[in-house]
């Protein structure tokens, strides 16, 4: 059974950067769309970036766009999440997830994410 393992989170200064790695088991990642999500407390889950099973396109959520940075690792079966100029907003738990629809487009929607990491916590502030 896919299983997916979410690190690298923590506490950073604002402006600081961190790099979040998802890894997955029991199944090859590479064509398959993966997502980074978020969820703030008492807010509700969003997505905040993903990479696409078909030729490997990405998609950011406005408020990350140009600070953070999907990839693969597909030797490592690992999604990575690089974020910079981190800024307190970003605090939250954060999420990977992968769409089992193959060799697809990928989208900002959690509804089309199929198997879910436990998170990882990134805490923002001086």
């Known amino acids: 059974q896919l299983q997916l393992v979410e690190s690298g989170g923590g506490l950073v200064q604002p402006g600081g950067s961190l790099r979040l790695a998802c890894v997955g088991s029991?199944?090859?990642?590479?064509?398959?769309?993966i997502g980074w999500f978020r969820q703030a407390p008492g807010k509700e889950r969003e997505a905040i970036s993903c990479?696409?099973?078909?030729?490997?396109?990405?998609f950011y959520e406005n408020s990350v766009k140009g600070r953070f940075t999907i990839s693969r690792d597909n030797p490592r079966n690992t999604i990575y999440l690089q974020m910079n100029k981190l800024k307190p907003e970003d605090t939250a738990v954060y999420y990977c997830?992968?769409?089992?629809?193959?060799?697809?487009?990928?989208?900002?929607?959690?509804?089309?994410?199929?198997?879910w990491g436990q998170g990882t916590q990134v805490t923002v502030s001086s």
């Open positions: 997830a992968v769409d089992m629809r193959l060799y697809r487009l990928c989208v900002l929607d959690t509804l089309k994410y199929d198997y």
């Open positions: 029991g199944a090859t990642l590479d064509s398959y769309g």
């Open positions: 990479i696409s099973g078909s030729d490997d396109m990405t």
